[in-house]
């Protein structure tokens, strides 16, 4: 499989599904354009809402992409890579459209992120999610204020510190899904309703709710040059190759 972002237009909802072949992780040329397709698709007045999914039936999203992180020798390239994550997320926030996400399995880093930053997100009982970037000796800096908005403050720090994974029926609990099926074929009926009654809604009423329910992160915009230069320089770190190649390691045992 290669990489890719496509979007198409169905019944006034547009959907973009994005893949790579690891676990659909995410180098810089997807993240930049999966930003730029939903702020794309974000100014068609004929569409209603914006639904964001993975290919494949297992993890939903890996995060970032270790090949690329590995990659990475200098500032100004790591600062570009997380700021990709940002740009995304920003997307998410400021496109003006009701933001879907549809989560298939395991996610993990920014994959979190993606989630946190939906608008409604669906998931099967299989989505367990884990903040894992401590694992490579880095944090969730860039994710962490659209998690925090989700499950708050301490239960964010406990996330990016244990890097354990929580269940599905957990993230429920803690808003950030909306909907847990027993199994992809259920979600994808219940998301087909919803999308549904979704494109019958009225157009200054959904971006009207779109607006208040992001009111007050305004700040997001400041902490971000911050948070970005905190990742950026940590994996830069002799100790976080190796952090990434151990993990690499194991992941090939397997």
């Not at 090949?67 to 994550?85: C, M, N, P, Q, R």
């Not at 950026?232 to 190649?245: F, P, R, Y």
């Amino acid at each position: 499989m290669n990489e890719f972002v496509i979007s198409e237009i169905k019944n006034n909802i547009a959907e973009i599904t994005f893949g790579t072949p690891k676990s659909n992780s995410l180098p810089g040329a997807i993240l930049e354009k999966l930003a730029q397709t939903i702020l794309e698709e974000g100014v068609k007045k004929e569409v209603k809402a914006i639904l964001i999914k993975s290919v494949g039936e297992k993890a939903f999203c890996a995060g970032a992409s270790f090949d690329e992180l590995l990659a990475i020798d200098e500032l100004e390239t790591s600062k570009k890579f997380f700021g990709g994550f940002a740009k995304v997320l920003n997307a998410m926030r400021n496109c003006g459209k009701i933001v879907v996400v549809r989560v298939q399995g395991k996610t993990t880093g920014g994959g979190v992120g993606i989630a946190c930053g939906a608008d409604y997100c669906f998931a099967t009982k299989d989505a367990a999610l884990a903040l894992t970037e401590i694992n490579l000796g880095i944090g969730p800096f860039v994710i962490g204020p659209y998690v925090e908005r989700k499950i708050g403050k301490s239960q964010f720090s406990a996330m990016a510190i244990d890097a354990e994974f929580r269940s599905a029926e957990w993230a429920e609990q803690h808003n950030i899904y909306h909907s847990v099926s027993e199994n992809i074929a259920e979600m994808d009926a219940k998301l087909g309703d919803f999308l549904q009654k979704l494109s019958t809604r009225s157009d200054e009423a959904l971006a009207l709710i779109k607006k208040v329910s992001w009111d007050g992160t305004d700040y997001f915009n400041i902490l971000m040059p911050d948070r970005i230069h905190m990742s950026a320089s940590l994996i830069l770190e002799d100790s976080a190759k190796k952090n990434i190649e151990a993990i690499k390691e194991r992941l090939r045992a397997k």
